[in-house]
């Protein structure tokens, strides 16, 4: 203790030892070669923290083992004022503060070796910048050719539709044609069966109708501010037969603004009040309500149709998803897909509850026009 | 009106096309051709102009939108009225014909009475005013 309690009070004393240029035997030559060399390292040891340090405070947030970067610029920097002092040495013999100055250095370089251990299996499993950009190189091609399938898949979809149509309206054509040229000369039996022909080509149509519908809904489609009143008006116009069929009625109050896409809006509008109108057993009385909550607008449709079963519910917008039979409900079971997929378009969404044998509400989420 | 030109590719189309034509006029002239190309050499070779071209939407070699942009290039060839003739009734088709200088867009009808109807209608329009026409 005594000997550590001396040391420390002598720690900047210089005299129990001659400066390093009386000590021994030295030319200038090599004096100067060992002081140099020691300054230059210095120097490096210096600045090489000071890079380190100034790389870390910028890449802060895009770093990991971040005390790892200190521990190394501290170890350096230290290295390196062991080697200033080995210069200073020459005129100046600090022998104790020197022995001082490696001692810390000691430290630290241990405590890296520790550190370094420690986060050693960490940093194994980390990847590295070379392997993330290769990671990144496949993430873009595989987006890539989803999105080649995607397009491809929507211009088979509206490509088979086109192919479809033409043979079955070559049918439906014809086999009009055949009864209309011959109703006095084939018996009734022959007549009904041209007719089966006819319906089944138009039931075809129908699906093929849909499906190219469905095909056609990108889902990155140019939102603008939209009257959903005219969309409502214009669908109704289109359901006007039935309508007066069904002596339905619709009642519909302002609409706010959306922000949305009017051909597609139309399109949900019919398929949605077509459904209000094909499942009543009775007279429809559909009522339609609009209202802005916040930077929504929601609208709701309401029938007093025949209302759907619950547990049905989840199923009711996938495709082909029919809850009836053909003699009972005509229909492709698509319709109500498409509406989920231009909702999906409009950054919206449609949800739905009924009651049997009272009817049923679709609620639908729009982004209000800005 | 008294001379028609259809440019498509089924031929089935083309006599359908033909009967109904005779059956709203026997006096009207009807020439095809299978393609645009073929349909626009048919054009700068004949000597008598149609009065109003009809032609189909997808076709080989050259298709209908195609036709519309090439016979605006054609001095002799750009004033004729041209209408869209197709199994399409895509709004986009319809919008996409309207932009490239159709005159109308009739969408090949599932009965023969409809096509009768639609044919008659647009041979009884006077397109140097009437605006686009569309049947969908």
Redesign the interface.
Known sequence: MEQVKEFLYGLFSTDSWPPRWHCGKWSDFHGWLYIISDLLIWLSYFLIPVIIINYLSKKKDALKFNHTYLYFAAFILLCGTTHFMDALMFWVPLYRLNALVKFATALASILTVIHLVKILPAAFSQKTSIELEQEIIRRIAAERQLENANQRLEEFASMAS?DL??PL??I??FA??LK?TNTAKFESNTLLQIDKITNA??RM?LLI?DI?MLS?IQQEIILTPAHPQLSLQRAITDLEIKIAEKEAIINYSALPKISGHE?YLTQLFLNILSNALKFNSGKPVIQITGRQEGDRVIIQISDNGIGIETAYLPKIFEPFQRLHSKASYEGTGIGLTICKNVMDAHKGKITVASTPGEGTTFELTFLAAK | MNKIFLIDD?E?DHF?FKVALESINPALRCETAINGKIGLQQLKNSDVLPDIIFIDL?MPIMSGFDFLLQIKKEEMLSHLPVGIFS??????DNEMAKELGARFFIT??????A?RKKLQQILLADFSKAEFISFI
């Open positions: 086109h149509q033409e309206r070559k439906t054509v009009g044609m209309e080509a138009a149509k109708d190219l056609s051909v | 089924d089935d359908l997808n199994t399409s009734s895509l709004m986009q090949k009808p599932n009965d023969f009475e096509l």
